[in-house]
């Protein structure tokens, strides 16, 4: 008798825990703060970062998640920079809010194009070999000047050229609720 009215106490007190858990619905919006810097040239994919809510969630009046209750985020893509082309990439998405799993988008982040910086470093370079090539040997030395000077410029294009994206600590992003997670990590 003893044993039964224990085992019922047991599965009211659980019910009542998992009732009294606010689930986040799905359609709720979440503005976190990222806790670290993030960048394309780090981060791999399934990398957890800490993150923080950044405005109260509030749903039909009551408070599901507080400003500062803890939050994680998971790396879901990375590609890094190419040295001529391709910027850098990485998406991130929301995975729990106050230990609860949850299902959302991702935030896609990129770096910034090559082609500007690159034009600026090829073409420079083959004008300055135009330039000292014409004026060491006439019409045929700007020739030969202008390509090894485009070749040098495209040289310095390459050893520098890396476009990684940087996500800094403090970044606030929202993602919107699609239910809860299926995998709980």
Known sequence: MKGKVALNLVFVCALAMSLSAATLPAGTNV????????????????????????????????????????????????????????PGLLSIRLAEVNGQPVATGSHTFKGKGHTKSNVTKIGGGAAAGALIGGLAGGGKGALIGTAAGGAAGTGVAAATGKEEVV?????????????PSKQNR
């Open 31 to 86: 503005t976190v703060r990222t806790g670290a810097t993030l960048s394309s040239k780090t981060a791999r994919a399934g990398k957890t970062i800490p993150c923080s809510v950044a405005r109260d969630v509030v749903v039909h009046g009551e408070k599901l998640a507080k400003v500062g209750d803890p939050a994680k985020c998971r790396v879901t893509g990375v590609k890094h920079s190419g040295r001529l082309h391709a």
């Open 167 to 179: 996500v800094p600590a403090e970044t606030a992003m929202t993602f919107t609720i699609h239910g």
